[in-house]
């Protein structure tokens, strides 16, 4: 059933299996997909765009290689944002030890941000341009909870943290990012704010 | 002091997808900032997905290298699976090399400093058997008389035994009787 859908309807996990079946078309359209939320991932911690694209093609060379491995159980996504984790630490071990010094990825992304912020290049003003400036962890699990959907359970496995450390990390993004933008646009619910809260 | 742990449960409340506890609710009615931050993080899934599409597509649209996952994969698929994992650290390696080095040293002194047995020692260490086997006698004697004062000592606790019981016949006008001595008796 799911073979006779056009490529783009599939979903991941179903392209998932195809290219773990050998479907090359299958696994580059999966690249093609998360391609941008890769960079958008990585993209705070690295000191540059290039490294950020560099550290996406290495991602999907190390997913195309280990593409055996995936666990059809699992959502695609969890699996994909593990792998990229563990690429990404490695990566950043790295730049550290070329650098010689330690903690490169927060101070090259506050410096880049705040030079890209005073030249004006950063015309948005939006929650996730504020939600970069947060530091690493935090961005990151906002953008896996928010960005892509992943529960608190799929982001402490793919962040190799605890399901209370995420929780944490997530409470205090949400305290430092209403720091930064104010907070939400609409008093005139809050009364009921407290009990409408939706399900996670 | 509140409004910390009010935020923490409202935050734990979102991530959990249940329902706010009382105590927070309570609080969150009375303090305006901490009911704006339960405005804020109720508002904020919606907020952050909403804008994520146009987030991505600020993303440079950068190609990617399809060719290099083949010929990386096809490389992978050809390599012997362990051999660039052992990587000998010359540093690590050097050490080891220095510790194994000074432990068979040691070990070679140690064994070497103990030499064979003289004919005099032989003789002393067959003296000093004889004079164990001499001892059994003089153990004996050495137990006899540890029993002896053993054995003194019983029989004045029986006598003393004997005496209490005779006076508690005569005082409370009853008579005791022994049905079976016991046998250290």
Known sequence: MADLLPIEQKT???????????????????????????????????????????????????LYRNIHNYDPALRFSTWLYTSANRLAISSYRRKKTAAGRLGPEVADDSTDLAVRAAAGEMRSTGLWDA?????????????????????????AASISKSRLAVR???????????????????????????RETPPG | MFCNLTRWLISRAEDRGKEVP???????????????YALFAASLSSRLSGEAPAYLD????????????????AG???RAPFRSRFVLHPFPAAVAVLVVAASALVLFLVVRREPAL????????????????????????????????????????EKSVLSAVEYLQARLNIRVERKQAPKSL
């Open chain 2, 76 to 78: 992978c698929r050809t």
């Open chain 1, 131 to 155: 939600a970069r400036t947060l530091g690493g962890n935090q961005y990151r699990v906002l953008w896996l909870r928010y960005g892509e959907g992943l529960t608190i359970e799929e982001i």
């Open chain 2, 22 to 36: 009382r105590f927070a609710e309570r609080h969150a009615a009375r303090c305006g900032a901490c009911r704006e």
């Open chain 2, 118 to 157: 003289t004919s005099t020692e032989k003789l002393a260490v067959i003296a000093s058997l004889k004079s164990v086997v001499a001892a059994p006698a003089e153990f004996r004697v050495a137990v006899a008389e540890a029993e002896s004062s053993l054995a003194r000592e019983r029989v004045i606790l």
């Open chain 1, 12 to 62: 991941d996990e179903e392209l998932a299996r195809e290219a773990r079946a050998g479907s090359r078309r299958s696994f580059e359209e999966l690249a093609l997909r998360y391609k941008r939320r890769l960079f958008v991932y990585f993209r705070p911690r690295l000191g540059s765009d290039q490294d950020a694209e560099d550290l996406v093609q290495e991602t999907f060379l190390k």
């Open chain 1, 168 to 194: 944490l990390l997530l409470h205090r993004a949400r305290t430092n990012l209403m720091k930064r933008v104010g907070p939400a646009p609409g008093r005139a619910a809050v009364t009921v704010a407290v």
């Open chain 2, 58 to 73: 600020k993303a440079p649209d950068s190609p990617l290298d399809p060719a290099a996952w083949t010929a990386e994969g």
